[in-house]
């Protein structure tokens, strides 16, 4: 069982920037295929970004503004959003792939408004 713990989120306005973090609770962690979704009211859960060792993908919506990545050292993965836009406003979850098993953090609510 892996224990995911989703952080770093708040409100910011619109142009502003925030770092989410996620942190894994346990090790061989550069061998999980990471990745942050986001869900808004009333809107299905979508995939923001991945993050792999062959490198990283990006929904085209945030494509240039976020950045995701990974401290393996410390099992946690970063989602840097900048020039955030009222759009951004969501519950943003960390998942892991281990295997064929799937995780999600509890959520961390990001809200873009001025």
């Known amino acids: 069982q892996v224990q995911l713990v989703d952080s770093g989120g708040g409100l910011a306005q619109p142009g502003g920037s925030l770092r989410l973090s996620c942190a894994a609770s346990k090790s061989r962690f550069s061998l999980y295929l990471m990745a942050w979704y986001r869900q808004a009211p009333g809107k299905q859960r979508e995939l923001v970004a991945t993050i792999t060792e062959d490198g990283a993908n990006y929904a085209d919506s945030v494509k240039g503004r976020f950045t995701i990545s990974r401290d393996n050292a410390k099992n946690t993965v970063y989602l840097q959003m900048n020039r955030l836009k009222p759009e951004d406003t969501a519950v943003y979850y960390c998942?892991?792939?281990?295997?064929?098993?799937?995780?999600w953090g509890q959520g961390t609510q990001v809200t873009v408004s001025s």
């Open positions: 998942h892991a792939r281990v295997g064929t098993n799937d995780y």
